[in-house]
């Protein structure tokens, strides 16, 4: 089945700055990549979302990059606020029947003023 | 639009009891997935239902069961206890079968003593 690894863990930024959120999977059949911000307390929510036949997406301050012959792709955070601190969690929806939407483990991302 | 709505929100069980946990997904959305959330795991994926029918199931033991009615509604039922199935549990649920966005519910915080 999919295996999806997310780097790094923890991720500690001054408000202003840029964060990069990296994940690595599996499934080369692979073609759908969200990625999911959960606040304390509060349920995972889509931020941003790319499909296989797309290399980057952009909305406002967050984009995602996506490289399929690595079988990689990441978050970009810009001008961080500290309201951008959460868990950020990527995914992936595998491309054969059977699959389901698989995470990663999470980053916690701190952004101090 | 009613979002997904899982209850109970919290529950406290005793070791080798029997637990059932329910969802109610977004009106039209017929997929729905189940993850288990605990802290530096993620969210591990559980098992998830189509039409009725489990398309998919992650590695958790068989203590851990779901099914899905006619209405799309799902339940997920968890045998003989353990403490460490103390967890928040989380339904999502997508419009379509595959590679589509997951809507979550708030979660059913899972404790057991």
């Known amino acids: 089945g999919e295996n999806v690894e997310q780097h790094p863990s923890t991720l500690s930024v001054q408000e202003g700055d840029s964060a990069v959120i990296k994940c690595t999977y599996s499934d080369s059949a692979s073609n759908y990549f969200p990625w999911y911000k959960q606040e304390l307390g509060k349920r995972p929510q889509l931020i941003i979302d790319i499909r296989s036949n797309v290399g980057e997406k952009k909305d406002q301050r967050i984009a995602v990059t996506l490289n399929k012959t690595a079988k990689h792709f990441s978050l970009h955070i810009t001008e961080t606020q500290p309201e951008d601190s959460a868990v950020y969690f990527c995914?992936?929806?595998?491309?054969?029947?059977?699959?389901?939407?698989?995470f990663g483990k999470g980053t916690t991302l701190s952004v101090s003023s | 639009k009613a979002g997904v709505t899982q209850t109970p929100r919290y529950l406290i069980k005793t070791r080798g009891q029997q637990v059932t946990l329910s969802c109610s997904p977004i009106s039209g959305h017929r997929s729905v997935s189940w993850y288990q959330q605990t802290p530096g795991q993620g969210l591990q994926f559980l098992f998830e239902?189509?039409?009725?029918?489990?398309?998919n199931k992650g590695n958790f033991p068989g203590r851990f069961s779901g099914r899905q009615f006619s209405n799309s509604r799902s339940e997920m039922n968890v045998s003989t206890l353990e403490l460490g199935d103390s967890a928040l549990y989380l339904c999502?649920?997508?419009?379509?079968?595959?590679?589509?966005?997951?809507?979550f519910g708030q979660g059913t915080r899972l404790t057991v003593v």
């Open positions: 239902y189509f039409s009725e029918t489990q398309r």
């Open positions: 999502a649920s997508s419009p379509r079968s595959r590679n589509t966005e997951a809507f």
């Open positions: 995914a992936v929806w595998g491309n054969q029947a059977g699959t389901a939407l698989i």
